[in-house]
């Protein structure tokens, strides 16, 4: 069974740093769909970072610049750098993953990603 756990949440203040860790047990991150995603207190879950289709790293516009997504391959985990954090990144921080399917157009990340984590809370103060 697959299995992500993350790590590296906290509280912080504006303009601070945190690394966000996602342990896999039984999936290995490599060449396949991987992302962050965020759930703000009463908000929908946004894509913070995500692999698309073409295997390219794409950030929301909000974090472009500021937060950096890159795996361990040897410790099969995700990280999530984050820098100048701002309030309105509090949130519950999720992992996610899949493998790429085969479709007619070729492979692809399939919407939504079949593994996720239990989430870890940042929140950053003012």
């Known amino acids: 069974q697959v299995r992500l756990v993350e790590s590296g949440g906290g509280s912080v203040q504006a303009g601070g740093s945190l690394r966000l860790s996602c342990a896999a047990s039984r999936f290995s991150f490599g060449s396949t769909c991987v992302g962050w995603f965020r759930q703000a207190s009463g908000k929908e879950r946004e894509e913070v970072v995500t692999i698309d289709n073409n295997g390219l790293t794409n950030y929301a516009h909000s974090v472009k610049g500021r937060f950096t997504m890159s795996t361990d391959d040897a410790k099969n985990t995700l990280y999530l750098q984050m820098d100048n954090l701002k309030p309105e990144d509090t949130a519950m921080y999720y992992c996610?993953?899949?493998?790429?399917?085969?479709?007619?157009?070729?492979?692809?990340?399939?919407?939504?990603?079949?593994?996720w984590g239990q989430g870890t809370q940042v929140t950053v103060s003012s």
């Open positions: 996610a993953a899949d493998v790429r399917r085969l479709g007619s157009d070729g492979w692809f990340c399939p919407r939504p990603l079949q593994y």
